[in-house]
């Protein structure tokens, strides 16, 4: 897919790690679990481009 929905993942990837952190860094579980998810759901989403690229006959992805 677009070059930008790839962008918005590795952004929700990045805030994702950073809310662990300080969610770690302050004994947050919840913060440190929602970054966690953040992360898990710009991996799927990261997935889900790679699957639509191959489908259009992208050999690159």
């Known amino acids: 897919m677009g070059l930008g929905d790839r962008i918005e ?3 929700q990837e990045a805030s994702g790690k950073i809310k662990e952190k300080a969610g770690d860094a302050t004994d947050n579980r919840d913060l440190e ?3 966690q998810l953040d992360q898990a759901e710009a991996k799927i989403k990261d997935v889900g481009e790679d699957v639509k690229d191959r489908l259009d006959g992208d050999p690159n992805r």
């Open 9 to 11: 993942n590795k952004a």
């Open 33 to 35: 679990a929602e970054g």
